[in-house]
């Protein structure tokens, strides 16, 4: 998940689900990362991770990485769908990380939530490309690599779908021919009505 910097003092009511007490469920098997970190995740009375209690109060969005679990992500996302329909936490503004293409080169190097309608999907030598604009020398892009696109088809979902699909992408920004977002799984892709 990633907390936006809009998250103030309205966001320390979104930990009072958790109750006085958290739990660390430590990751199986349990173990330690190159510096020596335990991976745990904290838990609510209720059981449920801190992660599902910001992501479902509106106060976090989900970030999708190459190496999450599938299911996990899912849940995640059902749970900031609900938030966002209910209009809560940040749900309830305009969100700094939601933008369209035209806002992009303005983020570079920023997690975003890009929404806009794909002009042109395209597979070249090295990536699959989703182009927002006219001109992919200066608009805003998302590009796939060989092998993450391999994982989304193995996922059944096929991104040459989503030409003339207006779409919502999760990503950081980065600048290369204009604005560029890279895909990392297909559940940081979203068709929008």
Do not use: C
Request: hydrophobic fraction near 45%; charge should be negative; avoid cysteine.
């Amino acid at each position: 998940i990633l907390v936006p910097e809009a998250v103030d003092a309205e966001g320390k009511g979104g930990l009072a689900p958790l109750g006085a007490r958290v739990a660390l469920d430590l990751a199986e098997p349990a173990g330690s990362d190159r510096h020596g970190r335990l991976q745990a995740r904290p838990l609510g009375a209720d059981g449920r991770t801190l992660q599902a209690v910001l992501v479902a109060s509106g106060f976090a969005v989900v970030r999708p990485m190459p190496d999450s679990d599938p299911e996990v992500i899912a849940a995640l996302l059902r749970d900031e769908a609900m938030a966002e329909a209910a209009g809560l936490g940040l749900w309830r503004r305009s969100l700094d990380i939601r933008i369209g293409e035209a806002e992009a080169g303005s983020k570079l190097g920023r997690f975003v939530l890009l929404e806009g309608v794909v002009l042109q999907a395209s597979r070249q030598q090295r990536y699959f490309y989703l182009n927002f604009g006219a001109d992919w020398r200066v608009d805003t892009t998302a590009r796939i690599d060989k092998e993450t696109l391999r994982a989304m088809q193995r996922a059944g979902f096929d991104p040459a779908v989503l030409e003339g699909r207006n779409v919502r992408l999760r990503g950081t920004l980065f600048a290369e021919n204009g604005p560029m977002l890279e895909l990392w799984t297909h559940q940081g892709i979203e068709v929008l009505p």
